[in-house]
T-cell receptor, first 111, second 115 residues
């Protein structure tokens, strides 16, 4: 699986957009980018995933650079409930589908 | 049920005892995963199942750890002769199919404390 690099922590003001970066410079052509988050004392929660194109759902947007070496998860209007550790993961079906979690970014949304 | 269910939610056991942790995946999900999360740490992959088979057991930390899945449904993670370093939250996840094109749904975990 491609290794991902994320900042260990970030702050965001409530109501503002939270932009969480992820570097995956060694990603290969068949590897997806997945984002999960883990709110304190809960199991991880799926947010969004993509391969090449930008993606948007009810939770967030995923912007993948044209060379696919990095991506940004955007929470358009962060709330206090979005405070969590956010994990960016890259991998392909060749690795059997297991998700290898890194250390993630601890996002603190502040009032 | 609507989601992945794990039981028990909490387990305190004495060092040297065996424990069984149970995971009920979402109905119809063919892939099932087990992870371990020590306090303040990230998620550590243990094993995954495709149907009742476990193609990848590479994450099991020792031969004290084993897992099985039956009926392409419930899975049990067994830890024999528990040690204090086994204390962690054990998380189970399932997905509709194995692979990277589908999302995985996680349970709330079993918090294991070995005293």
């Amino acid at each position: 699986d491609a290794k991902t690099t994320q900042p260990p922590s970030m702050d965001c003001a409530e109501g503002r957009a939270a932009n969480l970066p992820c570097n995956h410079s060694t990603i290969s052509g068949n590897e997806y980018v997945y984002w999960y988050r883990q709110i304190h004392s809960q199991g991880p929660q799926y947010i969004i995933h993509g391969l090449k194109n930008n993606e948007t759902n009810e939770m967030a947007s995923l912007i993948i650079t044209e060379d696919r070496k990095s991506s940004t998860l955007i929470l358009p209007h962060a709330t206090l409930r979005d405070t969590a550790v956010y994990y960016c993961i890259a991998g392909s079906n060749n690795q059997g589908g297991k998700l290898i979690f890194g250390q993630g970014t601890e996002l603190s949304v502040k009032p | 049920g609507a989601g992945v269910s794990q039981s028990p939610s909490n387990k305190v056991t004495e060092k040297g005892k065996d424990v069984e942790l149970r995971c009920d995946p979402i109905s119809g999900h063919t892939a099932l995963y087990w992870y371990r999360q020590r306090l303040g740490q990230g998620l550590e992959f243990l094993i995954y199942f495709q149907g009742n088979s476990a193609p990848d057991k590479s994450g099991l930390p020792s031969d004290r750890f084993s897992a099985e899945r039956t009926g392409e449904s419930v899975s049990t993670l067994t830890i024999q002769r528990t040690q204090q370093e086994d204390s962690a939250v054990y998380l189970c996840a399932s997905s509709l199919v194995q692979g990277w094109s589908t999302e995985a749904f996680f349970g709330q975990g079993t918090r294991l404390t070995v005293v």
